[in-house]
Nanobody
């Protein structure tokens, strides 16, 4: 009942920055915790960051901690992922996901926890 569309990906040199956006539509009046995941060729989809509906708490994978920042603007139904000091290892397709809190919650690090997914946006970092 909610649609997610990512944008902001592209080709960046190592050390550069990008900001990804995830726009939500549909039943946005409901409360959703949001997450970002990424998947590189030949690898499983992995957790990157998550944020509670209120924005009061954020969580990060160790590989991006200190470099990435997740935020949300509920009035605009948009979630962001600010990526700084990018490395070649960050190259992947980045997906945003929504967890409907009303349906129950789970481990924010697991793909299975989330109810809705965006199509993804490609991030390529040169070295």
């Amino acid at each position: 009942q909610v649609q997610l569309v990512e944008s902001g990906g592209g080709f960046v040199q190592a050390g550069g920055s990008l900001r990804l956006s995830c726009a939500a539509s549909g039943r946005t009046a409901r409360r959703y915790a949001m997450g970002w995941f990424r998947q590189a060729p030949g690898k499983e989809r992995e957790f990157v960051a998550a944020i509670r509906w209120s924005g009061g708490a954020t969580y990060y994978a160790d590989s991006v901690k200190g470099r990435f920042a997740i935020s949300r603007d509920n009035a605009r139904n948009t979630v962001y992922l600010q990526m700084n000091s990018l490395k070649a290892e960050d190259t992947a397709v980045y997906h945003c996901a929504a967890d409907d809190v009303g349906r129950g919650s789970g481990d924010y690090r697991r793909v299975e926890t989330y109810d809705y997914w965006g199509q993804g946006t490609q991030v390529t970092v040169s070295s």
